[in-house]
């Protein structure tokens, strides 16, 4: 769920590559328009969420929960400045294939540990590609963990990913983690991203989910090790952020 141990992952487009990275907290705001959330053939309500002011069903679609609007508002504005904070101890950097081609997001981490993708492959480090400490997890972040996953201990490292418009993921498993039994938790903060979610076989038919800001997604059992990705973004379907894209959040225990 944004960077994983295989290839195919989203890569910024030629004439993209050479310019910076829009930031998650400057710019213009973004005009919300209407949107349709994308249906899900089969998806039932089977699981609840505590998010600190109710409970929040959840929606099963290829074994994932989609907890819709876990984060209300304030939670989000909430999170987005203690993420303001992370990337102010450890900015974001823009990751590359083994074979240094560019990935189109562009990330950064919280924890114990950090992912970071570069000539070395993918794998998670004790310190930032600058030399610097991690920060430490979110509160709302370590919270949410607490609340959804399951798991009785903390998550490793929380990465943190940034989508500009035009950037996605390419379909991918999450399998640099030693203890796959362990959940994987995404939070979505801003504009809508278009997942898509598969089988764990590479190939065949893979469904379709709109994770709104505030939404967040558990891949645990049977779709812990599901292919899964990000199609696109949906500019100005959020006004959250200053700036048109998508913060993703991404929880892991590594072992």
């Not at 801003?190 to 089988?199: E, L, N, P, Q, S």
Request: net charge positive; glycine share 14%; aromatic share 6%.
């Amino acid at each position: 769920m944004g960077g994983g141990a295989e290839g195919g992952r989203g890569r910024r487009r030629e004439a993209d590559a050479a310019g910076p990275p829009l930031s998650p907290f400057h710019g213009r705001t973004a005009r919300r328009r209407r949107h349709r959330p994308g249906r899900c053939p089969g998806a039932l309500a089977v699981r609840a969420g505590r998010n600190g002011t109710g409970i929040v069903s959840a929606i099963a679609v290829r074994g994932a929960l989609w907890f819709r609007g876990f984060l209300d508002r304030a939670a989000q504005e909430r999170l987005v400045d203690e993420i303001r904070a992370v990337v102010a101890a450890a900015p974001l950097f823009a990751p590359v294939t083994r074979r240094g081609q560019p990935l189109s997001v562009r990330m950064t981490s919280a924890g114990r540990c950090g992912w970071v993708s570069d000539r070395k492959g993918y794998r998670y480090e004790p310190r930032h590609p600058d030399g610097m400490p991690w920060p430490p997890l979110p509160p709302t972040v370590a919270a949410a963990w607490e609340a959804l996953s399951g798991w009785p201990a903390p998550p490793d490292c929380c990465l943190v990913n940034w989508y500009d418009p035009g950037a996605r993921m390419g379909l991918h498993q999450d399998r640099d983690e030693a203890d796959f039994s362990a959940p994987v938790l995404s939070l979505s903060l801003g504009d809508t991203g278009v997942f898509r979610i598969g089988a764990e076989a590479r190939g065949g038919r893979t469904d379709r989910i709109d994770l709104a800001s505030g939404d967040a997604l558990l891949l645990t059992g049977p779709s812990r090790l599901a292919h899964h990705g990000i199609a696109r973004i949906l500019p100005g379907t959020s006004t959250l952020l200053p700036a048109p894209g998508r913060i993703n959040l991404t929880c892991r225990v590594v072992g």
